[in-house]
Structures are given as structure tokens and as C-alpha cells.
């Protein structure tokens, strides 16, 4: 299984960016995907998740109305758009998958299989 995560940058406070994650060695309609970064001295932290069937989402209260996790099965490629950026959303962004169509999945336990990281600079 491999995930390969890319779409990171530098992007003034305020701007957007769209991060993609593509799967591969999986059947993706059969995994909860979801989005995790960490910033330097943090843990790593829940940002959004989507069940198998793209039917349930959830998210940060922090991204919450900025963030949006969607699915393409066709493409086995999940994104996360990310617009009005802030300074505090800088951090290594990481998508996970987890082999499971129990609902979506909150703990970073939970994850069965992690990308290598994409880089997001938020600059004032």
C-alpha cells in the first residue's frame, strides 16, 4: 500500500491551497480516509476524515467551514481543500487510510497506512 500525498506550499494567510492523496495497492471504496498534520513541537493532530462511502465527514473544529475532505474512487485520490489559510495552519500534512467501513475514525491509532507528509507554510 502505498499513499502519496502532494499539493503542500507556501501560501499567504488568507489564500488556499488543495492537497491530494493517491492510493494505491488498495481498494479505496473499502477504506476510511483522513487527513492528520503536525506542526514542530505538536502532536500529530486530526484535521478531516471521510468514510468508505464519502457519505460521512468530519472535521477539526479549527478547519471546521475553511476545510473540505471529498473522495474521487475513480481516481483513488483524496483531497483536502484548504482555503483562508492561517498562520496557525502551518504544519506537515499527512493523509492515512484505514481498512475499515466502520464511519469515519477520529484517533491516529485507528490508521491503518500513512503517506510520506506534504510541507504547508502559511506566511503573514
Known amino acids: 500500500v502505498q499513499l502519496q500525498a502532494s499539493g503542500g506550499g507556501l501560501v499567504q494567510a488568507g489564500g488556499s491551497l488543495r492537497l491530494s492523496c493517491a492510493a494505491s495497492g488498495l481498494t479505496f471504496s473499502r477504506y476510511v480516509m483522513g487527513w492528520f498534520r503536525q506542526a514542530p513541537g505538536k502532536e500529530r493532530e486530526l484535521v478531516a476524515a471521510i468514510s468508505w462511502s464519502g457519505g460521512s465527514t468530519y472535521y477539526a473544529d479549527s478547519v471546521k467551514g475553511r476545510f473540505t475532505i471529498s473522495k474521487d474512487s475513480a481516481r483513488n485520490t483524496v483531497y483536502l481543500q484548504m482555503n483562508s489559510l492561517k498562520l496557525e495552519d502551518t504544519a506537515i500534512y499527512y493523509c492515512?487510510?484505514?481498512?475499515?467501513?466502520?464511519?469515519?475514525?477520529?484517533?491516529?491509532?485507528?490508521?491503518?497506512?500513512w503517506g510520506q507528509g506534504t510541507q504547508v507554510t502559511v506566511s503573514s
Open positions: 492515512a487510510a484505514a481498512a475499515t467501513r466502520a464511519g469515519v475514525l477520529t484517533s491516529k491509532v485507528q490508521y491503518d497506512y
